[in-house]
């Protein structure tokens, strides 16, 4: 009987392992190879130029970024990402990040933003724009996101963001929503978190800009959101247009009290 | 009804020219006001608005796809509103997409599963970096899990393998089977017909699918020899 019992115990426990592994290949691996590029993020490289943009004298006016406003006054920039985007009064706009860098580079550098918005995502000016958010994104790596919402301006981007979350169109009836509005759900192996809510720590917004393994190449907010619209078969978003701002406040409020893992690792 | 609508504009531009004002007496108004539901026709305007400033057209994609229909203005409105479509409200919008389903010209509702496998599996076309001679997708596995050989699979919408078997179809052509294929048909042609707020695509009905391709697609499901049902 013993013996019996056992042996039963063992074989329980070998098919327990059997199956563990079989879904460890499946899904787990993917999270192994992510946690083993973890010990070298290549985001590393983009913080480190970013910080040098940040210093370094550039543009027509040959300035440097140093007396930028990121919303804690002229220079702060540690713990300025978890609570951006906000509403600016000089600009009279509700800004993320990547948009109040582009109001900074004009101002105190004298490039155009209307032409750094316009070039495509990793040419010219762009390159050093995601490289700057990378690095400024790194200041507040660990803090919980805490995005104002007593401006009528912030206010109304939450429920113009959620709107557009919402929003169902082009040829598949996709919006954001269609993936992102269920919990525990994939696209193929791909988890989905679910961004009607808070997702939790480094997860969504909490999580960009990342590197990303399968192309080698690092992202903002910005042309993340940008490759969600395009997956969804929707017409392209300017960068820092009001939908991209007013998506990332949506996001960022919705994920109030999360903390921040950017510059993540991403597939 | 003209001038109704002319007045609820009127009031949303009233309303946002409020809001609008300069920095110094905007942070004097209280935002608990602007944050109550009297506000909603606000926030659809500024939402309009972002959506007209913002999207321009890309490639194969203007921006007219956003110009969406009846079905899914009525779906996104009530996803805004975090409560599903009143009953009667979605049996018309089922009732208006069934409507619209071609039913196959030769009455031949069953096309090659392995075909439909093929489809099945491509998530391609129609984005703005796709080009017009992209081969269109069905997206099936994104969302699906159909051919259980296939690990990679979504969980967006139900298993559907052996979905014929289950179904009790032995038999194609077999009257027995006729409903359900033809149902099978209809909610590939266009899902909204028989649920209002579906999250699947409407494959045939939005041209995403041609004919063609449906019937390949209803042959994954159906054929008992297909993949899907072994």
Redesign the interface.
Same mark, same amino acid.
């Given at each position: 009987m013993r013996t019996t019992s056992f042996i039963s115990l063992l074989t329980v426990g070998c098919l327990t392992t059997t199956v563990a592994f079989a879904q460890k290949t499946a899904v787990q691996s993917i999270e192994d190879y992510r946690a083993m590029l973890a010990d070298g993020n290549p985001s590393e490289l983009f913080e480190a130029k970013g910080e040098d943009l940040w210093k370094q004298k550039r543009g027509p006016k040959n300035a440097s970024l140093e007396a930028c406003d990121l919303g804690k006054g002229p220079g702060v920039y540690k713990g300025a990402f978890v609570e951006l985007p906000r509403y600016f009064a000089d600009t009279g706009r509700v800004q993320d990040m990547e948009s109040r860098l582009l109001t900074c580079m004009q101002n105190l550098q004298g490039f155009n933003a209307d032409e750094i918005a316009k070039t495509g995502f990793g040419k010219g000016e762009q390159v050093n724009v995601t490289a700057l958010a990378t690095w400024l994104s790194a200041e507040s790596k660990g803090m919980k996101f805490n995005l104002s919402q007593a401006h009528p301006q912030e206010k109304i981007a939450y429920e113009v963001g959620k709107r557009l979350f919402f929003q169902r169109g082009g040829p598949h009836d996709f919006s954001c929503a269609s993936c992102h509005g269920q919990d525990n759900t994939r696209i193929r192996l791909q988890d989905l978190p679910n961004l009607t809510k808070n997702p939790g720590d480094g997860i969504g917004f909490a999580a960009w800009p990342a590197y990303r393994v399968s192309n080698g190449q690092m992202w903002g907010m910005q042309q993340r959101l940008n490759d969600c619209y395009r997956q969804q078969r929707f017409p392209y978003p300017g960068f820092g247009s009001d939908v991209t701002i007013a998506m990332g406040v949506y996001l960022g409020v919705n994920s109030a009290g999360a903390k921040s893992i950017a510059p993540a690792l991403k597939r | 009804m003209n001038q109704r609508n002319y007045f609820s504009v009127l009031a949303a531009v009233g309303a946002a020219l409020v809001?609008?004002l300069?920095?110094v007496q905007?942070?004097q +108004?209280k935002?608990t006001a602007?944050?109550s539901s009297g !506000?909603d026709e606000?926030?659809?305007f500024?939402?309009r608005?972002?959506?007209k400033?913002?999207?321009?057209?890309?490639g194969i994609?203007?921006?007219s796809?956003?110009d969406?229909d009846e079905?899914?203005?009525a779906?996104?409105a009530a996803?805004?509103a975090g409560k599903p479509l009143d009953k009667k409200r979605a049996k018309e919008i089922e009732a208006m997409n069934l409507k619209t389903i071609k039913w196959p010209s030769d009455g031949k509702f069953v096309g090659d599963w392995k075909e439909g496998e093929k489809l099945a599996q491509s998530g391609r076309g129609?984005?703005? +970096?796709d080009d017009a001679k992209t081969p269109n997708g069905g !997206?099936c596995?994104?969302?699906h899990q159909l051919d259980k050989k296939e690990?990679?699979?979504?969980?967006?919408g139900p298993s559907l393998y052996n979905y014929g078997k289950q179904r009790g179809i032995s038999d194609v052509n077999s009257p027995a089977s006729k409903a359900m294929i033809e149902y099978t048909w209809g909610k590939i042609w266009n899902s909204?017909a028989y649920n209002a707020c579906s999250?699947m695509?409407?494959a045939g009905h939005?041209?995403?699918m041609t004919e063609a391709q449906v019937r390949h697609l209803v042959a994954l499901l159906v054929d008992p020899k297909s993949a899907v049902n072994q």
């Open positions: - | 809001m609008a300069p920095p905007a942070q +108004s935002p602007v944050a !506000n606000v926030f659809d500024f939402y608005e972002a959506v400033s913002s999207f321009r057209s890309q994609v203007k921006v796809v956003l969406t079905t899914n203005r779906c996104s996803d805004v129609l984005t703005y +970096s !997206n596995y994104n969302c690990i990679s699979f979504g969980t967006i909204k999250n695509p409407r939005m041209g995403i």
